[in-house]
C-alpha cells in the first residue's frame, strides 16, 4: 500500500473538458440553461427604441418652436402698432393699463385719443376711420383690444 495506484478516469478524455466554466453550455443536469444572444434582434429592438424616444422629445421640441414662432409673431405685431401709435398726434400722456382709441384722419394721420367711437356725441366722430381700441402695457407697447 505504499505505492499509490495512478487514478484512471473511465470517461472518455473527449467528453470532458479542464475548464467547464467556459464551455458555451451547462456542464452539469442542474446547470443554468445558456442561450447566445441574438445581437441582431437585441440591436434592433434598441434601435426602434431609441426612434420612438427620439421622435417624442423631436415632436416636443417641434410643438415649443411653434409657441415660441407664435409669441414672437406677437410681439412683433405688438411693435409695429406701437410704432403707428407713437407715430400719431397725442394730446396727452399715455398711462399704462388704460384704454384708448386710435383713428385716422383724411390726411392719413393718426390720432390716439380718449373717447370712443360711440361716444362722440350728436356730432360724429371728427375723424375719418376708427383703427383699434387699444391698451398701452408695462413695456410701453401697446396691445389691440378691438
Known sequence: ???????????DEDKITKSPHNL???????GVVIK????????SNAITAMHKQTNTQLTQIHEQMQLLAQQA???????EIS???????????PLIGKTYHLYQ???????????????WGRKGCPFNLFLATISLLSDHTWEIIE
Open 73 to 79: 409673431k406677437k410681439i412683433q405685431k405688438r411693435i
Open 105 to 119: 384722419r383724411a390726411n392719413e394721420t393718426a390720432v390716439l385719443s380718449v373717447v370712443g367711437p360711440k361716444e
Open 36 to 43: 447566445p444572444i441574438d445581437m441582431g434582434r437585441a440591436k
Open 83 to 93: 410704432e403707428i401709435i407713437y407715430g400719431s398726434e397725442m394730446g396727452f400722456k
Open 24 to 30: 458555451p453550455y451547462a456542464h452539469t443536469v442542474g
Open 1 to 11: 500500500m505504499n505505492k499509490k495506484e495512478a487514478f484512471i478516469n473511465p470517461i
